[in-house]
């Protein structure tokens, strides 16, 4: 690699290395917009997963079809300079991280973009370009004005069909209306086998305590051989490695777990005021773990997105502002984005998808501790993610609160 593509590919990763902060921050308001309530139930929604990365595409996309002060909210949300440093980060991530690993033998990946317009309007040259050529995102026209419904259900076909059948009815019922101008939409797929598979024979139920107190009995998975642990103050991460393929690719996922067991609000807390904590705390080595112990599980969420983004100060773009998207000047705002999202861990490795669907009408501190004997014994909540080594990508994010909720 010579000097210039050393530089760029440092570069990349710097900013990629923000986005990671991005993603904490998401985290810890989706957690805490969820866990908040209180009307929230752990026996039923204890759960949560999102993708950043699917999440950040399609606003990457948003911004590119956008101006003026709604670009630079855009931009200062997302941790860009500008579009084209955007544009530029954005076509390596989907070129490169994002490329299927699996004919090398690799974790399986499979990412697309699309987007569907209204058949009375036409995108403008300049975003249809960025479209085809950053985002390799599908466009169709469409009579959504007088087939909303049938739209919908192409969308939703869509994209179950880019997510393996993980993900179904990204869009709810009757949300896609006559009013409906455009559609965008993300899907990212990922399935990755541990590099170390788990034996399913030594999967036993062990107690999984709770953040409300209470415990439940949940299946752990456990090994005896060397693990990638990391002790700091007031918490553990494990990294578990995907089988890497011919491409020389490292896929991960890792686990925070506090030592506290009802810790999980004050590490999201921690993890999202401080920028860079996520790539400072980070395990190197393999040593000799005591007692080994975390669950399987799976979990599927879905949110209207919306929200949560007004309440991080992204808020122009569901006002105004879209004004590089279609050649008819038309006051396009966004009016949702929704957000679907699955993931399964369990003996033989890793399987998740994500959806993220905008649509728009008219109008740390790095604190060590010395290591004698560790034990890892995720049997109280987590934060977990899977995250390309080599970018930086964090490519999914969630909180295990009870491993018996799906």
């Not at 950053?134 to 087939?147: E, Q």
């Not at 060397?226 to 494990?238: A, T």
Request: hydrophobic share 45%; proline share 4%.
């Amino acid at each position: 690699m010579d000097f210039s593509s050393q530089f760029n590919f440092m570069h990349r990763r710097a900013l990629l290395q923000k986005q990671s902060h991005v993603s904490s921050i998401l985290a810890k308001h989706l957690f805490f917009n969820n866990y908040g309530k209180p009307d929230y139930d752990l026996s039923k929604n204890a759960n949560m997963v999102f993708s950043p990365l699917s999440i950040q595409i399609v606003l990457g996309l948003i911004a590119s079809g956008s101006s003026g002060a709604t670009l630079d909210q855009l931009l200062s949300f997302l941790k860009f300079n500008s579009v084209e440093e955007l544009n530029s980060v954005y076509a390596r991530v989907i070129a490169d991280v994002l490329a299927d690993g699996s004919p090398m033998g690799g974790p399986r990946l499979s990412v697309a973009n699309g987007a569907w317009i209204d058949q009375t309007l036409s995108f403008k040259h300049s975003f249809k370009q960025v479209m085809d050529n950053v985002y390799k995102a599908a466009a169709a026209s469409v009579d959504i004005r007088y087939k909303a419904d049938e739209v919908a259900a192409e969308v939703n076909k869509w994209a179950e069909e880019k997510t393996n059948g993980l993900i179904k009815q990204i869009l709810p019922p009757d949300v896609v209306t006559g009013g409906t101008q455009l559609i965008l939409v993300n899907a990212l797929y990922f399935k990755g086998a541990w590099n170390e598979k788990f034996d399913a024979s030594d999967t036993k139920d062990h107690e999984f305590h709770l953040l409300n107190g209470g415990s439940v009995q949940a299946p752990l998975m456990t090994s005896r051989k060397w693990q990638y642990v990391k002790v700091f103050d007031g918490f553990k991460v494990l990294k578990l490695p995907y089988k890497q393929g011919e491409d020389k690719r490292f896929l991960s996922m890792y686990m925070l777990l506090p030592d506290a067991r009802d810790g999980l609000p004050a590490l999201l807390e921690k993890i999202s005021s401080e920028p860079g904590c996520l790539d400072q705390h980070i395990p190197l080595t393999k040593v000799r773990v005591r007692k080994f112990l975390i669950p399987k599980f799976n979990i599927s969420f879905g949110l209207e997105a919306s929200n949560v983004l007004k309440g991080l100060g992204l808020t122009l773009p569901f006002t105004a502002g879209l004004t590089e998207m279609v050649g008819e000047n038309l006051p396009l705002v966004v009016t949702h984005v929704f957000h679907k999202s699955f993931i399964e861990v369990n003996e033989e490795g890793t399987e998740a998808a994500a959806v993220t669907v905008a649509m728009n009408t008219f109008g740390c501190s790095l604190t060590m501790v010395k290591e004698e004997e560790i034990d890892f014994v995720a049997d109280h909540p987590f934060l977990f993610l899977v995250k390309d080594e080599t970018a930086g990508a964090v490519l999914f994010m969630g909180t295990l609160l009870n491993p018996l909720v799906v």
